[in-house]
């Protein structure tokens, strides 16, 4: 027994070939007894072997797919894993309609396009070489007739080692959003989604949010890693305009999902209970003999409320533990209670302009989907983006000394981000 496990072990570590030639006779149909004869043998679009056209295999290979055709699982290992942006910088360059020395308006559209460097330009050259094939001395100048190719030729370099894109909208169509950019588009070869947002969250002022309206499984998987996973990325909560969880005014923004808010609820409602109980015990202790267990389903000012109603019931039941609290206080029930307002609203604007509110009070494991109502912000990888934006701007120069046209250079960077991140994007999906 010991070797035939042995045996088939060897087996399966062998590549499997088919002994099968143009020319041969195979047996197909569902009972395999129909003749054909074997006229061509090829690959499908996913590298699998065909016969006359047809996959010959009851199985697909899934490192062969396309990532979006490929396993749940292996596609949330493939967003995890990320390509070190400070690595990715020395051989990525990225081309972007965002420049950072301009105002950018509330409400506008950036593009950002990641690619493989050294393949753009070993691409320029093919071609440039494929271009001058047809090329007829009789007709023109040289360099005349090379410039006319000029949008195709960068066009088609840099969408064939393109490695990311993201697109995204500058805050105010729903909400200040902790003047986060949403990310409203995003396409990547495996390893380079995190990439790419790491690079464009390191120059946004004010981070990246989610897709406000959508989110895909998969770019829900990137917001999940880095919520519960990137210790070195801040994080703000997202504040339900609607409801109005806090007091201030630029977290406010459109919620994504069911039950959106509940994590800032939360978070907010622990925050409260911590301070009251750390600096009105007597209070917490009165309040609690008498709620009979609703607190669980109160946020803090109808938790503050229901306190006072159970003081002035105390009250006019002459109850001696609420004139014992007044006692020790030197004041009335109400007056107490509206100093703990104060104090509490005190407390509230501080702890959320403090910047450590979500650190503090992170999202339960109850909380799901609570990723995508976060900003996300981090300034480490401000030097690969730069370092990557240098590396395009090598590339354009490479392309005016191979006599490709200057001024059409520059009326296609206005427009080139954006036509690329489109097409990559509908390959991907």
């Known amino acids: 027994m010991k070797h035939l496990r042995e045996y088939i072990r060897q ?16 047996l197909t149909g569902r009972f395999k007894n129909k003749r054909t004869i074997v006229k061509k043998i090829g690959k499908d679009k996913h590298g699998h072997p065909t016969i006359n056209g047809k996959s010959i295999l009851k199985f697909k290979i899934e490192k062969q797919l396309p990532v979006k055709k490929r396993s749940a699982k292996t596609r949330k290992e493939l967003n995890e894993a990320m390509v070190d942006p400070a690595s990715a910088a020395t051989r990525m360059a990225m081309w972007s309609s965002y420049y950072g020395d301009v105002d950018v308006p509330d409400g506008i559209e950036l593009d950002f396009v990641m690619y493989d460097i050294e393949g753009a330009k070993q691409t320029l050259e093919n071609e440039i070489d494929s271009v001058m094939e047809n090329y007829d001395p009789n007709e023109g100048m040289r360099d005349d007739y090379i410039a006319d190719y000029t949008f195709d030729i960068i066009n088609q370099s840099i969408i064939e080692n393109i490695m990311a894109v993201l697109r995204v909208r ?26 790419i947002y790491d690079a464009v969250m390191s120059i946004a002022p004010n981070g990246l949010t989610s897709d406000r309206s959508s989110v895909s499984s998969q770019a829900q998987s990137v917001w999940k890693f880095y919520a519960d996973n990137r210790d070195d990325v801040e994080k703000q909560y997202l504040d339900d305009e609607e ?4 007091y201030k005014e630029t977290d406010d923004c459109l919620l994504n999902g069911h039950r959106s808010a509940d994590a800032i609820k939360k ?22 003999v008498m709620d009979n267990g609703e607190w669980e389903t109160l946020d803090p000012d109808e938790i503050l409320n229901d306190i006072e109603v159970m003081a002035r019931a105390s009250k006019e039941a002459q109850d001696i533990a609420i004139d014992e609290i007044e006692e020790d206080y030197g004041e009335s029930y109400e007056d107490i209670i509206q ?24 999202p339960g494991g109850d909380d799901a989907g609570y990723e995508l109502n976060l900003s996300y912000n981090t300034d480490s990888s401000m030097g690969a983006f730069e370092q990557m934006s240098d590396n395009h701007y090598s590339f354009i120069e490479l392309s005016k000394e191979k006599e490709l046209d200057f001024d059409l250079i520059e009326e296609f960077a206005g427009e080139g981000p954006g036509l690329l991140v489109r097409d990559f994007f509908s390959q991907k999906y």
């Open 11 to 26: 087996i399966l570590l062998e590549s499997i070939s088919l002994d099968v030639d143009v020319g041969d006779v195979i």
């Open 243 to 246: 409801i109005e969880i806090t």
């Open 339 to 362: 100093t703990i307002r104060e104090e509490w609203y005190e407390e509230k604007v501080e702890a959320e302009h403090s910047g450590s509110f979500f650190d503090d009070y992170p």
């Open 267 to 288: 978070a907010m409602k622990d925050l409260f209970m911590d301070w009251f109980v750390n600096n009105y015990q007597e209070w917490y202790e009165f309040g609690k």
């Open 170 to 195: 500058t805050p105010g169509r729903y909400g200040p959003c902790n003047k986060a950019w949403e990310v409203i588009r995003s396409a990547a070869e495996p390893g380079y989604g995190p990439t």
